[in-house]
């Protein structure tokens, strides 16, 4: 059941192992340490504090690395349409998240699960993403989250970033559940979280690597598609002379 927010996060797909769970806890000490509230417009404050307030469940992660660009990941994370198209592309997903008239970035997995992700808020190494789904099965359950995404540039052209996430179950009972079977959820959730930041990363990577294999990849969609992209390929393109000319060779 906890495809209900979760799977609204699978857009992104993050991954790694989880540092801290913590369940059934209003604990405005903690969101106020991750989160910075008084920079929020007071829309998107009401939606965040609808979550950390009384959340059900609040998820940590240890910090994670890999090899790319900041800007390239950066690009990735704050235009999470484009970010989908290419991830369809690449084979990380099998159904593509579209952005509405406001903003909201809405996904359906086409097997009972939709909802949306929303950036509520992006400054220096930081962004903050709402969610809010639905599950249609045994049980109707809607849920909400936020997510918290901490990243920085490291030597060696490398990127660490840290994860938490908060989310509430909006049914009373079930909510009640989730605490009460927590180990059982626990499991359960880290398995949906396999596939959080994953997109962003991957992609990011490959950039890296194999920059004239993504383009080459790119070069091969749709034109609206390649259009939607075109910011994103020519910080690819960027990214590979850069690479040439810290390998020492000419652009």
Not at 74 to 85: M, R
Request: one cysteine or more; charged letters at 20%; aromatic letters at 8%.
């Amino acid at each position: 059941m906890w495809r209900v927010a979760i799977r609204a996060l699978l857009i992104l797909g993050f991954v790694g192992v989880p540092r801290h769970w913590v369940s059934g806890a209003s604990d405005q000490t903690t969101a106020s340490t991750l989160i910075p509230f008084q920079a929020m417009t007071g829309t998107n404050l009401t939606l965040v504090r609808g979550v950390t307030d009384h959340y059900t469940l609040r998820r940590e992660y240890a910090p994670e690395e890999f090899q790319a660009r900041l800007a390239v990941f950066e690009y990735l994370l704050d235009h999470l349409d484009a970010c989908s198209v290419l991830a369809q592309m690449a084979g990380l997903t099998q159904y593509r998240a579209r952005l509405d008239a406001d903003g909201r970035l809405q996904a359906d997995d086409r097997a009972g699960a939709a909802g949306y992700i929303l950036n509520v808020y992006a400054g220096d190494g930081r962004r903050i993403l709402y969610v809010e789904g639905a599950e249609h099965g045994v049980f109707d359950v809607r849920g909400r989250g936020v997510a918290v995404v901490d990243y920085r540039a490291k030597a060696g052209g490398r990127i660490e970033y840290t994860r938490a996430v908060f989310v509430k179950v909006d049914n009373v009972v079930l909510a009640a559940l989730a605490q009460l079977f927590e180990v059982f959820l626990r499991g359960t959730v880290d398995r949906h979280f396999a596939h959080v930041i994953r997109n962003p990363v991957i992609l990011s990577q490959q950039a890296q690597q194999d920059p004239q294999k993504l383009l080459d990849q790119i070069g091969r969609l749709p034109v609206a598609d390649r259009q939607l992209s075109a910011p994103f390929t020519a910080l690819v393109r960027s990214n590979a002379s850069a690479r040439l000319v810290d390998d020492g060779h000419s652009p």
